[in-house]
Structures are given as structure tokens and as C-alpha cells.
């Protein structure tokens, strides 16, 4: 399978603890971008890397949230002493911007924080 | 601002009937891209169409349409010849600028529920 791929699907953590996960783009693609989804909403765009710079961080991007892509391959979204709030589904895409394509997404890790 | 606007929370539609969900946009730019995505149960955002500012011609993609009428900022998906498989939930999305798939701005979806 040559699809965005991220790992965990799932995530259930306690309040106060950090977590991370990894999305693996379609090898050729060099921009990565991550997005969270709450239920009953669309996703929203949090950061996007092109190789491994991070070009833009959105505001929902807290301190507590920080992402890396090093090497430009595989990207990490890490989240410190995690609250509820950060309870969503968290979607990682990529895109080949050479090739003027959509961005292709991946099936989201899921986070629950009890 | 940029604003994507999906009306309807819920559709229903009759196996093998046709079925439009509507999208509406606000934007400043003059060059945009507007896209709809599925989102199945099992969470992937799957690309359906896509249709730039300046095309002429409204985007086809096998069942998919989109009905892209510009001086009213929509654009609406119509589903043609519903299927089972097309139960999920739809978004439309917005990418401003030149730069092709730049991040996405998302409307809050229309889930689609196809009765046998």
C-alpha cells in the first residue's frame, strides 16, 4: 500500500500525559500537512511541512503541540500534558507540489484523553 | 475571510436516484480551488473532484459533478446513480492562491445516508 499512513489509529491517554504520532507520506510527495477534526466538524489545518522545513503553524497550534519532519520522510505530532480538550481525530495528508495533485489523506489517529 | 458554508447536516437519498449537496464559499482571492471530500466511517478523507477558479467547465469525475456557479459563490457536489457505498460523510474544502493544495479550509460536512 503507497497511501499516507499514520500510526496510532487509536490513542487513549490520560489527562496530564504527552503522546505523539507519526504519519508516513506517499514517498514522492513532499509537502505533509497535519489537521485536526472534532466531531461534527470538518478538519482544520494545524501545520504543513514542505521537505522538512514547517512552513506555517496555525494558532490552534498551542505550545503544548509541536510537530517535526525530520529528513523530510516520515512527520511526528507530539502533544504535552494532553487536557480533553485535545480530544479529536488527527489527520495527516500529503501533497506533491510539483504535480499540481490534491492533498491525499491518511485514516487519522484518534485521540481520546480521559 | 475565507468561509466554507455546508447548509445541511443530514441527507437522504434513494438508492440509484441523484442527489446534490450543497457548498458555499467566501473569498477575496480570485484564484481559488474549491474540492469535496468523502469521509467514511472509518475516518480516511478520500478526494472526490476538484474544480479551479478560473476552469470553464464544471469539474466530472465518474458519478461525481460538481455544479460550480461562480458569481454565487457555490459549489455544489451532485451524486448521480446512488450507491450503498455512498453512505459517508461529504466535505467541501477551499485552498486559496495559486499554490495547488496548500491547506484546506473545510466546511462542517453533510452526512449522506443512501436508502436500498
Known amino acids: 500500500d503507497t497511501g499516507v499512513s499514520q500510526d496510532p489509529r487509536h490513542k487513549i491517554t490520560k489527562r496530564g500525559q504527552n503522546v505523539t504520532f507519526r504519519c508516513d507520506p506517499i514517498?514522492?510527495?513532499?509537502?505533509l500537512y497535519w489537521y485536526r477534526q472534532t466531531l461534527g466538524q470538518g478538519p482544520e489545518f494545524l501545520t504543513y511541512?514542505?521537505?522538512?522545513?514547517?512552513?506555517?503553524k496555525s494558532r490552534l497550534l498551542s505550545d503544548r503541540f509541536s510537530a517535526e519532519r525530520p529528513k523530510g520522510s516520515f512527520s511526528t505530532l507530539e502533544i504535552q500534558r494532553t487536557e480533553q480538550g485535545d480530544s479529536a481525530m488527527y489527520l495527516c495528508?500529503?501533497?506533491?507540489?510539483?504535480?499540481?495533485?490534491?492533498?491525499?489523506f491518511g485514516q487519522g489517529t484518534r485521540l481520546t484523553v480521559v | 475571510a475565507q468561509k466554507i458554508t455546508q447548509t445541511q447536516p443530514g441527507m437522504f437519498v434513494q438508492e440509484k436516484e441523484a442527489v446534490t449537496l450543497d457548498c458555499t464559499y467566501d473569498?477575496?482571492?480570485?484564484?481559488?480551488?474549491l474540492f469535496w471530500y468523502k469521509q467514511p466511517s472509518s475516518g480516511e478523507m478520500i478526494f472526490l473532484i476538484y474544480q479551479g477558479s478560473y476552469d470553464e467547465q464544471n469539474a466530472t469525475e465518474g458519478r461525481y459533478s460538481l455544479n460550480f456557479q461562480k458569481a454565487r459563490k457555490s459549489a455544489n457536489l451532485v451524486i448521480s446513480a446512488s450507491q450503498l457505498g455512498d453512505s459517508a460523510m461529504y466535505f467541501c474544502?477551499?485552498?486559496?492562491?495559486?499554490?495547488?493544495?496548500?491547506?484546506?479550509?473545510f466546511g462542517s460536512g453533510t452526512r449522506l445516508l443512501v436508502r436500498p
Open positions: 474544502a477551499m485552498r486559496e492562491g495559486e499554490d495547488s493544495s496548500y491547506k484546506l479550509i
Open positions: 514517498s514522492e510527495h513532499n509537502r
Open positions: 473569498t477575496s482571492d480570485q484564484s481559488y480551488g
Open positions: 511541512f514542505q521537505n522538512e522545513a514547517q512552513l506555517e
Open positions: 495528508a500529503s501533497s506533491d507540489v510539483t504535480v499540481n495533485t490534491e492533498a491525499f
